[in-house]
């Protein structure tokens, strides 16, 4: 990778390097909220910088509530407007020096959701995950269901109740079967569990009736985030049979504020597992879409430190996102800028690396101790839990930033 360096102040172990120039939504103070591009502890505002004429992209765009217009003008400009930003940290004379108003520290900044969700749809595309659920839900033999392997599996979710790192999220109440009992009763859930998954954006609208190629799908997606799918398992685990989760997921999904571009991420493409058997035709698709991000789970219980819980990567996935994309819709349902695709708990082979309490602590056997010496099976009232991101090559590296979000007790 070509070295690049700014005259910005980046500290080392930065997600938002110059390699990176994530794409967000921030306000200040009583301020609309309006796009900027992360860097180091700044945030470049673009309505600024395209009021100075620096962009060819007009202010306007820039000084929305959500990117979902920006990223609808095309990769073709929006790849642009990031390079040509990217140009301006770096520039020796750049005019930028002389403004320094374009720039705003983030912890000035509140974030907002970044696009507008339409649709939001999670995938099930991690082998490990679905293999480890599927032994505990159902048999330990045939863990995995026979269409497992021969399709992404998904659902629709709730686009709604999707929510932006540092919201708080409320414990639901719902219905859940009592052990060896037959009827249910209502109550707060006692198996609050996290996901961690990431999530992709869509960068360009396909009609309804029509279908994205895995050789097409990348120009779809227009970058990524960390997506913490906050899950009831109590609830879910009653309601499933049989059309698959509903409230025991709708209550809320997290999402990080920071969108990392696809180009942004190219050079951490990797290979993905091998798949056995044999994908249909429209499933095949050519070259490397895995990517080798670095994932952290950690639980910070009310008055002491956060525990790391899970070190996973993203480059497991069995699924990519190309062929996620393309059978989404070979059916011919539309999808729209703006929705967002998950993928699914990222669970690795080794117990370190799973994804979700439920597989940590193995369905509520096992505990883990935190910081201060109490336990966790599932979540607690008052925990936070704080999912990180980070991809690394050659000294070089990008981030998310970070996922949180703190569990209030049930009303
Ligand atoms: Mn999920």
Redesign the pocket.
């Known amino acids: 990778m070509k070295k690049l360096e700014t005259w910005v102040t980046v500290p080392d172990t930065s997600d938002f390097s110059i390699y990176n120039l994530p794409f967000g939504i921030f306000s200040v103070k009583e301020g609309a909220p309006k796009a900027g591009i992360a860097i180091g502890e700044q945030i470049v505002d673009l309505a600024a910088l395209a009021d100075l004429g620096l962009l060819e992209v007009s202010g306007v765009y820039f000084r929305q509530s959500t990117l979902n217009d920006f990223i609808g003008l095309g990769k073709e400009i929006t790849n642009k407007v990031r390079l040509d930003v990217q140009q301006l940290l770096i520039l020796e004379n750049s005019p930028l020096k002389n403004h320094p108003k374009v720039f705003v520290p983030q912890q000035d900044a509140k974030m907002h959701l970044p696009v507008h969700i339409g649709d939001y749809t999670?995938f099930?595309s991690s082998i490990e995950h679905a293999t480890n659920v599927g032994k505990m839900f159902r048999d330990a033999n045939n863990a995995l269901l026979p269409n497992w392997k021969h399709l992404p599996v998904g659902y629709h979710g709730r686009a709604s109740s999707i929510v932006v790192s540092g919201t708080d999220v409320r414990r639901p109440m719902g219905q859940i079967l009592p052990k060896d009992q037959i009827e249910p009763v209502f109550q707060a859930s006692g198996r609050l569990d996290f996901?961690l998954?990431m999530g992709f954006i869509v960068g360009k609208r396909k009609r309804l009736g029509e279908r994205i190629s895995t050789k097409n799908a990348a120009e779809h997606i227009f970058g990524m985030v960390l997506f913490n799918?906050w899950?009831a398992r109590d609830i879910q685990k009653w309601e499933y049979v049989p059309l698959g989760p509903f409230l025991g997921?709708s209550f809320a999904s997290s999402m990080s504020p920071w969108v990392v571009t696809m180009e942004a991420l190219e050079p951490f493409r990797v290979s993905g597992p091998e798949q056995d058997p044999k994908v249909l035709p429209y499933l095949e698709f050519e070259g490397e879409y895995n990517f080798d991000i670095q994932l952290q789970v950690g639980i910070q219980p009310k008055g002491t430190t956060e525990k790391v819980v899970s070190t996973s990567n993203f480059k497991f996935m069995y699924w990519n996102m190309l062929q996620q994309l393309a059978h989404h819709t070979v059916n011919g349902c539309n999808v729209n800028v703006g929705d967002v695709m998950?993928s699914?708990?990222i669970s690795g082979k080794d117990a370190s690396s799973y994804g979700s309490m439920l597989e940590i602590s193995w369905g509520g056997k096992k505990s883990v101790q935190m910081n201060d010496g109490s336990e966790r099976r599932f979540l607690e009232d008052h925990d936070t839990v704080i999912m990180r991101g980070h991809a690394e090559k050659e000294g070089i590296r990008i981030g998310f930033g970070e996922v949180k979000g703190t569990i209030l007790p049930s009303t």
């Open positions: 999670d099930y996901e998954e799918d899950s997921k998950a699914g708990t």
